[in-house]
């Protein structure tokens, strides 16, 4: 057993402080350490987080790569380095995700995932593939390959990996009869609209056949239209979970209270859409089979598109916190919480709560981490780098 001592712990609903929380590969439970120390007897490991947040640990349900790995590698090297680096930033459990690409490509990647998924990981877990494409409408391709796109949704390549895959992102428009989508359903993989030109029409529709999320909300859709609202419209009358990438570049940071207040603190989702270069310097990276140059922290093609983004999960949580000024409790639920209910996984995972799995992020005031846990085991340690 282990006792992170001298903490405040972060719960759904209130933040503890002078509690210890005890777990094992589970969480135990929330201990009071004055004024009767319940602690003292416990016969644990005692690790004191000097007066750290203790937070469930993020989920990150679409980010392509990170700290030089991308999840097109398809090797296992490449996988650990990724998931070394998300804990680095307080990630215990992460979708990687793919890019429209060849269908040899696209199976290596998947079986590499595959692999992934049945071992320990040095980091964070893996707990899933994050299909993006390459089903999407050419006009909202954002960064993907025009070459590689298709337009007639694979539902039978789909199910030869559902073992692995847990999300595809798909183009409702191409799928107007909703066959595909119920597809993915039947196979409980995750449907999410985006890279999408589809009306407000066609995207309420496919919420009504149950679609569950929207990628990267405002970012490869229509924009937002009295009188055409779009996916962005969706968003705001319907029930599907919404991804927001909260660097503040791809949406600015003045709407990311707007957003808590229109969509909601309980179907946002903060991702990263994070490519190689997240948790790196400024310079070139492949991505997409094509450069990246990345400036300021924003990685853009040659022709300016944005290529993804070079954000870690810590750095957004922290942006939506000082841009909404909301409770703490509120912006860790947007990357814990909200992604763990997503892929129905709330009683094991995004939760302090009993029984659930020992995912935990340490992390101050500047939501630097100190240590990540993932399953009990210490897996990052700020003092000592990654273990």
Not at 22 to 44: M, V, Y
Request: hydrophobic share 40%.
């Amino acid at each position: 057993m282990k006792l992170l001592t001298g903490g405040k712990i972060i719960l759904s609903d209130r933040i503890l402080e002078h509690h210890a929380l005890l777990f094992t590969d589970k969480i135990l439970s929330c201990l009071p350490e004055t004024p009767e120390d319940r602690t003292a007897g416990i016969d644990a490991e005692r690790i004191g987080v000097d007066g750290a947040y203790i937070s469930p640990g993020f989920i990150d349900v679409h980010v392509n790569g990170a700290g030089g790995a991308d999840t097109m590698d398809a090797t296992d090297e490449s996988m650990e380095a990724f998931s070394k680096c998300l804990a680095e930033h307080g990630v215990t459990a992460f979708f990687p995700t793919s890019v429209t690409t060849s269908r040899e490509r696209l199976n290596a990647a998947a079986a590499n995932v595959r692999r992934a998924m049945g071992r320990k990981m040095p980091g964070a877990a893996v707990l899933g593939l994050h299909l993006e494409g390459p089903w999407i409408d050419a006009g909202r391709k954002g960064a993907h390959p025009r070459e590689h796109i298709e337009t007639k949704p694979d539902a039978d390549w789909v199910s030869k990996w559902s073992d692995v895959i847990r999300t595809v992102t798909f183009s409702p428009k191409l799928d107007p009869c909703h066959v595909f989508l119920k597809s993915l359903l039947d196979l409980a993989i995750v449907p999410s609209l985006g890279h999408t030109d589809a009306s407000f029409e066609e995207g309420m529709a496919a919420v009504a056949a149950g679609a569950k999320s929207i990628t990267h909300l405002f970012n490869a859709q229509n924009p937002l239209h009295h009188r055409a609202p779009g996916m962005i419209g969706v968003a705001l009358c319907s029930s599907a979970m919404c991804e927001l990438i909260a660097d503040g570049v791809h949406v600015r940071p003045e709407l990311f209270e707007p957003l808590c207040k229109a969509v909601g603190t309980d179907r946002l989702m903060i991702v990263t859409d994070s490519m190689r270069a997240a948790g790196l310097p400024d310079g070139e990276y492949d991505f997409a089979d094509r450069k990246a140059r990345v400036t300021d922290g924003v990685p853009r093609l040659a022709d300016g598109t944005l290529a993804g983004s070079a954000l870690c999960m810590d750095r957004g949580v922290l942006n939506v916190w000082r841009a909404t000024g909301r409770p703490l409790t509120d912006v860790v639920k947007l990357a814990s919480a909200n992604p763990a209910r997503l892929h129905g996984l709330e009683t094991r995972k995004g939760s302090l709560a009993p029984g659930c799995d020992a995912d935990i992020a340490c992390f101050d005031d500047e939501l630097e981490i100190r240590m990540t846990f993932v399953g009990g085991a210490l897996v990052y340690e700020r003092s000592r780098g990654p273990l």
